[in-house]
Structures are given as structure tokens and as C-alpha cells.
């Protein structure tokens, strides 16, 4: 998961439907009066606003690249104050509502171990365990899924990095590879692979919720793609795209053998209830 997934999993109880949010260059801004009104309680969240404003501007806030000015959709709505969900935890440290005292204590907390681990490295080495572990168990997997977790991470990094340097930072060629990856391994893009984990909000990472079998089949793909752009140095788009076809068709044929012999959906690691192409949707 993203660190703005695990800041919005924080900030769910702030960040709900009546907060009104708008994307700007990739970052999601929060109205910081919707907070103030329907979070904080405050009968006039304009004022409260200027006060905590004022507070943080004394510490040397810088307010002018921090909050920035954003006119939603709307008959007759004016410019309001947004920050993200970053800015959002400087707030906090300010703001005087009782609701947030555990995202102080929170921020106290992490910055009391990021100190440690700067006089004791191997300590983050433990404590960087230790949260991937406690993650996993949030998730609902057991220790043994969390090495296969961290190769695949390391396989994902190693093809975007390869697909960068041959495509100028090209995203949407990652895309691409990704859901013809996910057609050829699972049946379907990641759209359809979110459908079927079941994964409704954009901050879940739909490879935290796949089976350890899923993701060393992924792994295997991404690998045997990136060495194919490794070993290439010229190769179209759509060569290498289909490359990423023929392979994950081949590496799909070894899934489908795989959850007929373990009667398993291999994507979900849950045992099947009826055939294997019932569960695709062929």
C-alpha cells in the first residue's frame, strides 16, 4: 500500500463524503473548512480556520505552497482553502479538536522511531518487519505470504523501471503491460481484478489482497518481460506489449493447471465451489 493509502486508512473518520476533494497534478486536496465544520464541530470553521492559520504562520508555516486556493463545481462557489492529506497532519499538531489527539499521539510516535533508527540502523530493519508483518495480519494472510509480498514489489519496481527508461516515463505503457499481464495470468484487467478481490476504495493495492501463488505467478511474468526489454535495446511498443501477451498467456495456461489440480482460485487463494472458468467468467 501507498503511504497515502495508509494516510487515508488514518484519516477515513475526517475524510468522508461530506468533505469535498479535488485531484490537482496527481494529489487529492481536501476542503480544509469541510473539516473544520463537520470533523471539528466548529459553528464557524472560517474562523477557527484564520486562528490555527495564524498559529502555524507564527511557526513558520509556510501557508502560500502548503494550502492552495481551489474553486469546486457549482453554482456561485468561491475559492476555498485545500491541503493534502500531508498538510493535514501539520494541522493537526495545532488545531484544537479533541478528536484528533490520536493522530498526535500517532505522529509522536513515528517520529520517536524514525529518531531511533537513525542512532540504531538495525532497528529499522526490525521495525520495517514488523510493520509488513502486522500489515499482513491486518490482511488477513499468514507470515509465510510476507517474503512472497517483497520479491513481488521488487519484480514490479525492476519492469517500471525498465519500461521507464525505454518509454521516456511513459505511464500509461505501464498500465498497459500491467493489464495485459493480469488478462493473460487471471482473465482479466485490473478493473476485473478488483472486482473479483472485492476491492472498493482506491487506496487498497489489489496485490496486497492476491494469494502467495498469484504473486509468484506475477512475478515469474514481470521478470521474464523486463529481462526481454533488459537484452533489447530497440523494440516498439507494440512488440513488446505483445510479448507481454504471448508470455502471460503461457504463464496462464501453469494458473489454470494450477487451480484445477488444487481446486483453488489461485488470484484469491479460496478454494472453489464450482469450475475454475465459472470463477474467470468465461
Not at 225 to 232: I, N, S
Amino acid at each position: 500500500m501507498t503511504d497515502e493509502g495508509k494516510q487515508l486508512t488514518l484519516w477515513e473518520p475526517v475524510f468522508d463524503e461530506r468533505i469535498r476533494r479535488v485531484e490537482v497534478n496527481g494529489e487529492t486536496h481536501f476542503s480544509v473548512l469541510d473539516v473544520f465544520q463537520h470533523y471539528g464541530n466548529k459553528a464557524n470553521p472560517t474562523q477557527s480556520w484564520r486562528a490555527v492559520l495564524k498559529a502555524l504562520q507564527k511557526q513558520g508555516f509556510d501557508s502560500s505552497t502548503q494550502i492552495v486556493e481551489l474553486q469546486f463545481p457549482g453554482e456561485r462557489q468561491r475559492k476555498t482553502p485545500t491541503a493534502t492529506f500531508k498538510t493535514f497532519l501539520r494541522i493537526a499538531q495545532v488545531a484544537d479538536i479533541k478528536e484528533w489527539e490520536y493522530i498526535r499521539s500517532w505522529m509522536a510516535e513515528v517520529a520517536s522511531e524514525r529518531i531511533e533508527e537513525e542512532y540504531n540502523p538495525s532497528k529499522a530493519i526490525d521495525n520495517g518487519l514488523s510493520k509488513i508483518e502486522r500489515a499482513a495480519l491486518r490482511l488477513g494472510h499468514d507470515l509465510s505470504w510476507v517474503p512472497d509480498r517483497i520479491l513481488s514489489t521488487e519484480a514490479r519496481k525492476y519492469l517500471a523501471a525498465l519500461i521507464d527508461a525505454h518509454w521516456s516515463g511513459d505511464r500509461q505503457m505501464f498500465i498497459h503491460a500491467t493489464n495485459q499481464t493480469y488478462r493473460g495470468l487471471f482473465g482479466g484487467d485490473a478493473s476485473e481484478i478488483r472486482r473479483r478481490l472485492g476491492l472498493t476504495k482506491p487506496s487498497q493495492n489489489p496485490r496486497d489482497y492476491m494469494s502467495s501463488l498469484a504473486l509468484a505467478f506475477i512475478r515469474i511474468a514481470e521478470l521474464t518481460c523486463g529481462r526481454k526489454l533488459e537484452d533489447t535495446d530497440l523494440i516498439s511498443r507494440e512488440d513488446f506489449l505483445r510479448f507481454v501477451e504471448v508470455v502471460c498467456e503461457l504463464i496462464g495456461r501453469q494458473v489454470n493447471e494450477t487451480e484445477h489440480l488444487l481446486q483453488a482460485d489461485i488470484l484469491t487463494g479460496r478454494k472453489l465451489l464450482g469450475p475454475v472458468d465459472a470463477v474467470r467468467g468465461a
